[in-house]
T-cell receptor, first 110, second 114 residues
Framework: RKEVEQDPGPFNVPEGATVAFNCTYSNSASQSFFWYRQDCRKEPKLLMSVYSSGNEDGRFTAQLNRASQYISLLIRDSKLSDSATYLCVVSHSGNTPLVFGKGTRLSVIA | DVKVTQSSRYLVKRTGEKVFLECVQDMDHENMFWYRQDPGLGLRLIYFSYDVKMKEKGDIPEGYSVSREKKERFSLILESASTNQTSMYLC?????????????FGPGTRLTVL
């Protein structure tokens, strides 16, 4: 089983739609969780961290379920500019490298 | 603002050539990383370094070596390039060892080995 698994997509959604991505991780000792965004032919950039209590940043909401070992990202009112690949990222501890999922591709269509 | 730069955006080399990919960060970050990214395989860690002159193997170190002589610079070396090393190479850095530290990426080098 891979450490971090994501549905690769692509998710093709119309503007204004709500879309949700899920990600599962295998290491129950994982401590920190993130969503990174990668635009086509660009480098990944941090979108948001994921906290146990769940957190929201504008149209984006991240949730963590430690018992089931999954992380979710919800995007409301999708914009064309949200089209990108979303990478689920997990950290086991401070002195080990991040573990990246393969990413989920989102295309928002006018 | 953190800046991670890579020496080339695009590089074309021939099989058997020695290839150097340079990465420089300007924010005094402790940790630096080299990844390759391929379609369907995602980001894969090649090597990383937590300090000057220190290196650790990642998931796919075979065929690569690294050098970190100065804190701000982390070089990836392909001793004898092969066609299966054609890929996008991404360098990244983080400030310290906190698991919450953000990882900042360079713009990437697209290497083609003919």
């Amino acid at each position: 089983r891979k450490e971090v698994e994501q549905d690769p997509g692509p998710f093709n959604v119309p503007e204004g739609a709500t879309v949700a991505f899920n990600c599962t991780y295998s290491n129950s000792a994982s401590q920190s969780f993130f969503w990174y965004r990668q635009d086509c032919r660009k480098e990944p950039k941090l979108l948001m961290s994921v906290y146990s209590s769940g957190n929201e940043d504008g149209r984006f909401t991240a949730q963590l379920n430690r018992a089931s070992q999954y992380i979710s990202l919800l995007i409301r009112d999708s914009k064309l500019s949200d089209s990108a690949t979303y990478l689920c990222v997990v950290s086991h501890s401070g002195n080990t490298p991040l573990v990246f999922g393969k990413g989920t591709r989102l295309s928002v269509i006018a | 603002d953190v800046k991670v730069t890579q020496s080339s955006r695009y590089l074309v080399k021939r099989t058997g050539e020695k290839v150097f990919l340079e990465c420089v960060q300007d924010m005094d970050h402790e940790n630096m990383f080299w990844y390759r990214q391929d379609p369907g395989l995602g980001l894969r860690l090649i090597y990383f370094s937590y300090d000057v002159k220190m290196k650790e193997k990642g998931d796919i170190p075979e065929g690569y070596s690294v050098s970190r002589e100065k804190k701000e610079r982390f070089s990836l070396i392909l001793e004898s390039a092969s066609t299966n090393q054609t890929s996008m190479y991404l360098c990244a850095s983080t400030l310290g060892l906190e698991e919450t530290d953000t990882q900042y990426f360079g713009p990437g080098t697209r290497l083609t080995v003919l």
